[in-house]
């Protein structure tokens, strides 16, 4: 098994210096970026990395923009750091495509523990439950091209989008609590706010907004969602 390879990308030496050493104590390789776009530039590099390490609050090119950048063309998970703890720079991390977000100050092993599981969750191989295309009427999930159409149009979806929807949508009628998931989706026991899971979920029912629909997601009060269909 290859040596997964873990991008660090703060302005910020001491993150880098505290980071490395834990790192290479739990076996990883790593590289350093000190800004935006030479982040980028690494991941387009010949051996890009398997998971970055991003600073919210970076020199010619902030954290989020990286990763919307990035999204577009790169399926690299990304946990992002910050020293800004509010709800609104979390949740937009977490919309626009990171796999998770910490606030510093942080535990250095906090951050391995971390890493391990998003690489356990985007790199053990997919059951045919996990890769089946669904077709409820005039809406289609494709989670392995990461694409849902609606009335044979493309709906623009980030990746947790995408793999929310294909839960939900994979057992209708079957209620999910928003532990279980964040857990599921985001691919382990997430301690954060399960607000995350009602944003997501607003932001699919406006995505997926249209008349005449024979499917919905249906708020379970006090526990969760659920996936409704009818006879397709």
């Not at 910490?102 to 906090?110: A, C, G």
């Not at 356990?120 to 989670?143: A, W």
């Not at 607003?202 to 708020?219: P, S, Y």
Request: net charge negative; proline share 6%; with cysteine.
């Amino acid at each position: 098994m290859n040596t997964p390879m873990i991008l660090i990308c703060d302005d910020d030496p001491v993150v880098h210096q505290s980071l490395s050493l834990y790192l290479e104590a739990e076996g990883f390789s790593h590289t350093s970026a000190y800004d935006g776009d030479e982040a980028l530039k690494m991941v387009d590099s010949i051996s890009p990395p398997d998971l970055m390490l991003l600073d919210l609050m970076m020199p010619k090119m902030n954290g989020l923009d990286v990763c919307r950048q990035l999204r577009q063309t790169s399926r690299i998970p990304v946990i992002m750091l910050t020293a800004r703890g509010e709800e609104v720079d979390r949740i937009v991390g977490l919309e626009i495509g990171a796999d998770d977000y910490i606030v510093k100050p942080f535990s250095p092993r906090e951050v391995i523990s971390r890493i391990k599981a998003v690489l356990r969750r985007t790199q053990q191989p997919q059951g045919d439950d996990n890769q089946t295309s669904l077709r409820f009427g005039n809406l289609e999930i494709q989670p392995e091209r990461y694409m849902v159409t609606l009335n044979g149009e493309a709906v623009a979806m980030t990746p947790r989008e995408v793999e929310l929807l294909h839960l939900l949508a994979a057992h209708p009628g079957r209620v999910y609590p928003r532990e279980t998931i964040l857990s599921q989706v985001w691919g382990y026991d997430y301690f954060g706010d399960t607000r995350t899971v009602d944003t997501h979920i607003k932001r699919l029912r406006q995505k997926l907004t249209c008349d005449n629909a024979d499917w919905e997601i249906v708020t379970v009060y006090g526990v969760g969602y659920k996936f409704e269909a009818g006879q397709a």
